[in-house]
RNA sequence: CAGGCUGGCCGGGCGGUCGCGGUUCUGCAACGCAGAACCGAGGAAAGUCCGCACUCCAUAGAGCACGGCGCCGGGUAACGCCCGGGACGGGGAAACCUGCCGGAGCAGGGCCACAGAAACAGGUCGCCGUGAGUAGAGAAUAGAGAUUAGAGAGUAGUCUUUGACUAUUCUCGACUCUCGAAUCUCUACUCUCGGUCAGAGUGAAAAGGCGGUGUAAGAGACCACCGGCGUCCGCAGCAAUGCGGGCGGCCAGGCAACCCCCGCCGGGAGCAAGGCCAAGCAGAGACAAAGUCGCCUUCGGGCGGCGGGAGGCUGCUCGUCUCCCUGGAGUCUCGGGUAGGCCGCUAGAGCGGCGCGGUAACGCGCCGCCUAGAGAGAUGAUCGCCCAGGCAGAGCGUUGGGAUGAAGCUGGUGUUGAGCCGCAAGGCGAAGCAUCCUGUGUAAACCGACUCCCCUCUGCUGGACAGAAUGCGGCUUAUAGGCUAGCCUGAGGA
RNA sequence: GUGGCUGUAGCUCAAUCGGCAGAGCACUUGACUGUGGAUCAAGGUGUUGCGGGUUCAAGCCCCGUCAGCCACC
């Protein structure tokens, strides 16, 4: 895991609120669930469904994701639980191509300033 | 060297950087963080098709039902798995691969479309026999008729007049001919009763084949040979079975991956099993019965036997266990609450060596090793170098030609054909190419072919299928590429 | 982890006890019409998901496999 345990979303609640009360933001690779929270910090959630392929391609997708969330962790606003959902090309794609995803995400649900960008 | 078959094995490596899960240790105002060390996916972890371990249900019991399996022997904890062997098929030139195997000879039911007389033994045609009828033919007879030889009688005539002859009439009439009943024989047809399956162009399949004897016609009815079946004996083998011999009777179609019968195996559920802790909620409805006896008693009651009732043991019966028999308890149904933590939870039918036994699967002994345990679910990302391999090319090399004259050059021939002409068919035709031919030419002559294999080098490329979730043994499926052992076929060389 | 269902023509579905794989829509061609539609006539629909086996014969029976779907704890 590239983000600890802490910094999680574990429970099936947590999606179930995310997923429902979030604000959606798509991209072809990834989709995007934003929800502010009671929590000091932000949590991440990661979900890969069965269309992306099988084990092997969900769990690249999912590694994919935290690798890319790894650098922008820190820059994001804290209070905001955030669910990352894999769609199907992601288990092909390149880390930096999802990275380059995951910005341009993030900077259109206004969690991170395009000034900040390294 | 090429193609193929079978078995076994591997299925990238090293380093840097950023990260993840676990264990241990250390530190800390210390129950959660930080740091360090160590460990951290597979041959299939997959599909979940079998078999076990383990846990709970009763200590896992009996019978039925239901399900599975089915040549023989062995291996194993067990198996539908594996090894070895056998019978009968299928594929291949071979190495070899592959299917199937209890019972359809007496336990029984069912099915076998179409075609065919018939799909299993009955009925049909046919063949044959008995009897009856009809028709025809034949034989012989009774009988009838005709006629002749002949016999008798009458009449007339003549004469040779007790008679003869001729004519004629009547009666009888052998033989012959014709007709011919009953009877017998044969033939044909019809019917009855029976024998029979040799034959009946079908079909996937029709009561063993062939030859003979035999018979009214036929038939394993009988005989010889062959095939198959059963059984006995001998030999080989633990056995399935094989080989050889004797005997028996030819009653025996196929399908049990249709029901079924026989034998063997299987109790049910599954780690979300199951145990503990914490937290939380709301109850409602339905329901059976029968007591009695004994012992003890602190006189409230308790224990036990018999009897009754409810329920569990995942379909039924037995058996067994728990509870109850008037308590506000039990059982059942519906509803409500909780999806937190710990254990189970990884030392095992374990892995690696060596030795021994066994054809093998495998077993035994000794030594060594410790090897993931997550829980929105950890082993990844990226960079560099290397490596197996692939593709392309070159060198060396290999091979062929060469004082019977290489290369080069001139010409020929062949080939190819830019382009041009023509409506088209077609024609002309530069440059090029050629291990060809002619001439020229000459020696440290040189030239061509091939990169399949081996050696060296360069460039590009390059690693599949796929992720543990209680563990294990199998099966099946996916899988780039490679290593290795043995074998088969073909070609070449020595 | 467990249990079950489905796969047949381009699409939606049939096929009795194993015996010549069929219906509707769609498609193609022709007729009708000035043209099209409608109508009428004719026509082809096919590796029964795949691979084996049993059987004289398999969509159906048996085994294996692949894909899709559903349900339960």
């Known amino acids: 895991m590239q983000v600890k345990r802490r910094f999680r979303l574990t429970r099936s609640s947590d999606f179930q609120r995310v997923r ?7 991209h072809p690779l990834i989709v995007l669930f ?4 009671d929590a000091p910090g932000v949590r ?4 890969a469904g069965r269309t992306v392929g099988n084990a092997v391609r969900r769990n690249r997708a999912k590694h ?6 790894q650098e922008l962790l820190p820059k ?20 930096t191509l999802t990275q380059e995803a995951l910005f341009t ?12 960008d390294g």
């Open 76 to 95: 994001i606003l804290p209070g905001n639980d955030l669910l990352l959902i894999a769609r199907q090309p992601l288990a092909s794609a390149s880390l």
């Open 20 to 26: 429902r009360s979030g604000k959606s933001y798509a």
């Open 34 to 37: 934003v929800l502010a929270s």
């Open 64 to 69: 994919l994701l935290r690798a890319a969330m």
């Open 105 to 116: 995400l993030l900077r259109r649900a206004r969690l991170i300033s395009p000034t900040q």
């Open 44 to 47: 991440v959630g990661l979900a």
